[in-house]
């Protein structure tokens, strides 16, 4: 159990910029990536959230991610995804930063989000290039088709696949701008999202990790939280000062 220390900088922040990932959700029942009991069958996400194993066999890719949106659609945000949500509203300036592609954090009503890796929620079609949110579960046939045939995808970005070019620009100028980070259910491995608390940390901010484990962060920020992300931000952002 770790008592939170409430550093100054914690009630002087008015531009705080939160990064999450998968450890966010799991008190919600959602699989995390690489902990124990990791999110897939016998594969690993590098070698399904590809666009190689797309082209190879969209069919299971889509198998995977059918799986993971009938399991998603049964989980509720947590009390860590609603805490954040609150956050938004209490300082001048914020903006929440997730890797996941879940959509917890919408659904928890956060608004000021960036969705670095895309939403599982939404499909693409590679030949439109249109964007649509297709909520149902299961999706009707797999793998799904557009209107002018095309085998549709998901809405998210792959292992060797750029990031969004808005989402990259708002998160660096969040992370260059901020005078608090909060990094939350991260391991901290894949990139460019990882690069993020680095560079707060290089701008002046103070940087605060809450994870169960230690990760490559853990040596570099300023203050550590060991434990549950839905035990500790309630704990941490109820002595905030009040909206
Ligand atoms: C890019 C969307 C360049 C899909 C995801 C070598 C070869 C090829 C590429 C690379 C390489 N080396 C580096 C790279 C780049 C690569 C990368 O970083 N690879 C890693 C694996 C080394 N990155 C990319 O490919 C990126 N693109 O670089 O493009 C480029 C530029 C221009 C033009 C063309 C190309 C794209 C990366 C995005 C990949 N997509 N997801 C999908 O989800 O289906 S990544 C995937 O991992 C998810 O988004 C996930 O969020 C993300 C990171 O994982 P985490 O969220 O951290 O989750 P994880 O399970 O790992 O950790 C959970 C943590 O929570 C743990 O620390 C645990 O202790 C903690 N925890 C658990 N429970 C709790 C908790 N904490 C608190 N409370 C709890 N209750």
């Avoid at 939160?18 to 799991?26: D, M």
């Avoid at 799986?67 to 609150?86: F, G, K, M, S, Y």
């Avoid at 999706?139 to 809405?155: E, K, Q, W």
């Avoid at 990790?209 to 990760?215: G, I, M, R, S, Y």
């Amino acid at each position: 159990m770790t008592t939170p220390t409430f550093d100054a900088r914690w009630r002087e922040a008015r531009r705080i910029a939160v990064l999450t990932g998968a450890g966010v959700s799991a008190e919600s029942g959602i699989p995390t990536f690489r902990g124990a009991g990791g999110l897939w069958r016998r594969y690993r996400a590098e070698e399904l959230a590809t666009p190689e194993a797309f082209a190879r066999d969209p069919r299971l890719v889509w198998e995977w991610y059918d799986w993971r949106r009938r399991v998603i659609a049964e989980c509720r945000p947590n009390a860590a995804h609603h805490v954040l949500a609150d956050l938004e509203v209490r300082v001048p300036e914020f903006l929440l930063i997730t890797q996941n592609v879940d959509g917890l954090h919408r659904r928890a009503g956060s608004q000021r989000v960036v969705e670095l890796h895309g939403s599982l929620w939404r499909v693409r079609c590679p030949a439109e290039g249109t964007v649509t949110e297709r909520p149902e579960v299961p999706l009707p046939s797999l793998p799904p088709r557009c209107a002018c045939g095309a085998v549709l995808r998901p809405d998210v970005v792959w292992f060797g696949e750029a990031l969004p070019t808005d989402a990259v620009g708002r998160a660096y100028g969040a992370a260059e701008g901020c005078d608090l980070m909060l990094v939350v259910g991260t391991s901290a491995l894949v990139q460019p999202a990882a690069a993020l608390p680095a560079i707060a940390k290089a701008h002046g901010a103070y940087v605060v990790e809450v994870n169960l484990d230690a990760t490559p962060l853990s040596h570099l920020v300023d203050e550590l939280h060991r434990g549950k992300a839905g035990e500790i931000l309630p704990r941490l952002l109820c002595a905030l000062p009040g909206p």
